[in-house]
């Protein structure tokens, strides 16, 4: 059937997983992207990383001792 994992060999592949400078789709700042996974700034994802690590540490404890 379709395979549409196995994406064809061109130019636009190649090109969006190279390293360049793109902006943040958080802060829209300016950073140095290494791939095309790659979206948003250091500053966001550190960011997001505690943040969502801590709020579900949070609302897990907060669930379970609030009754
Ligand atoms: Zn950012």
């Keep these: 059937m379709d395979d549409h994992d196995a994406a064809p060999p061109g130019p636009a592949v190649a090109r969006g997983d190279v390293p360049a400078e793109r902006?943040?789709?958080r802060c829209n700042a300016a950073?140095?992207?290494t791939g095309f996974g790659e979206r948003i700034c250091k500053k966001c994802k550190a960011q997001?990383?505690?943040k969502?690590?801590?709020l579900s540490v949070g609302m897990?404890?907060?669930r379970r001792s609030a009754k």
């Design 60 to 62: 897990r404890s907060g």
């Design 23 to 25: 902006l943040c789709l």
């Design 52 to 54: 969502s690590a801590s």
């Design 31 to 33: 950073f140095w992207s």
């Design 48 to 50: 997001s990383a505690w």
